[in-house]
C-alpha cells in the first residue's frame, strides 16, 4: 500500500481520536484499507471505443513493467464497448469476438496472472 493517507482516512482518524477511539484508530491505519484511492487505468479516456484485448493485456503488462503497480494501481478497468450486441441464448452479454477473440475469462486470467484485477463496464441496456 502506498504510504500516504486518504482525506477519508484521516477524517475518520481525527474523529476517532476525538471521541476516545484510540485503540479503533489504531485498527484504522493497520488494516490497509482505504490508504489509496482505487487506483489504475480506464479504457474509456483515451480509447472510446477502439479498445481491443491486445490494447488490454499490453497495458496489464505496462502497470507491472513501469513499476506502477507496485504502488498501487491494481485495476486494469474495460469501460464500453467490449460486448456484442447480440446476447446468448440465456439473455447474457458476450465479447465481440472480433476484439476479444480470446472472450473475457481468458483476458481476466491474463490480467489477474499478473496480480491485477479486471474491472468491466456493463449497463441493463
Not at 479504457?43 to 472510446?48: A, E, G, I, K
Not at 490494447?55 to 513493467?65: E, F, G, H, N, Q
Amino acid at each position: 500500500m502506498g504510504g500516504g493517507f486518504t482525506f477519508f482516512s484521516v477524517v475518520v482518524l481525527l474523529v476517532a481520536q476525538c471521541n476516545g477511539y484510540e485503540d479503533y484508530a489504531q485498527f484504522l491505519l493497520a488494516n490497509g484499507v482505504g490508504r489509496t484511492p482505487p487506483m489504475g487505468w480506464n479504457s474509456w479516456n483515451h480509447f472510446n471505443c477502439r479498445i481491443d484485448e491486445s490494447i488490454v493485456k499490453a497495458t496489464a503488462d505496462a502497470l507491472i513493467s513501469t513499476g506502477l503497480a507496485a504502488l498501487g494501481y491494481k485495476y486494469v478497468n474495460i469501460d464500453d464497448c467490449w460486448a456484442d450486441r447480440r446476447r446468448d441464448s440465456r439473455g447474457k452479454l458476450v465479447a465481440n469476438q472480433t476484439t476479444f477473440p480470446s472472450g473475457i475469462k481468458a483476458l481476466a486470467d491474463y490480467v489477474h496472472a499478473r496480480g491485477l484485477k479486471l474491472g468491466i463496464y456493463g449497463d441493463a441496456g
